[in-house]
């Protein structure tokens, strides 16, 4: 017997696909990003991810394909995710606070040409914003991933992916869809 909640949980999920693949300029979106990221690799570059709870989850998860490996063997490519020393996040969290995690360890470890891909489904983080207006400062370009409305991101961002969507788990869905896009267009660029 086929459960309707089941059932209408993977519609919704179709549904927000669906309206990514309906849309091109989406899809331009999705390969300036990735030319954004070649372009910075190319030239010595970092990627870094940054995202909290379900996002951070995402931000590991697209530093991991990048700096291991997607569809192929190749050489690693420079990609971390900002949170993932947690003596340095425990740390700076409770000498600093908790909204000055990433723009910290931005400001040591990024250069400019780098690229930070920001992921909240609201767009609304503060410490996803103030690594932002760091990277602003510094000359990092900034790739938001988003949901619906962009939040206060979008004002930031050299590039909005903002997913048509409010339901979060629907737009951590798209996020990872999304991301995973990118890493093979990346992937294909740098090695062929």
Known sequence: MM??????SIQDSIAVKQAILNNPDFQ????QAADMMVESLR???????????????DAQHLAAELSGRFYFDRPPLNAEALHC???????????????LIFSRLLRGTAKPGDVIVGI?????????LNAFETAKEM????I?????????MKEFADILLNV????????????????????ELVETEMFG
């Open 28 to 31: 331009n979106r999705i390969r």
């Open 85 to 99: 020393n947690t003596s340095y996040l425990t740390a700076v969290g409770n000498d600093y606070g908790y909204d």
């Open 164 to 183: 048509a969507s409010q339901d979060t788990p629907r737009i951590q869905e798209s996020h990872i869809m999304i991301g995973h896009i990118i890493c």
């Open 144 to 152: 938001a991933m988003t949901g619906e409305t962009g939040g206060a």
């Open 3 to 8: 459960s309707p909640r089941i059932s209408q």
């Open 139 to 142: 000359g990092v370009k900034i």
């Open 43 to 57: 030239h010595g570059g970092k990627i870094h991810f940054c995202g909290n709870g379900g996002s951070a989850a």
């Open 120 to 128: 909240s489904t609201s767009g609304n983080s503060k410490n996803i």
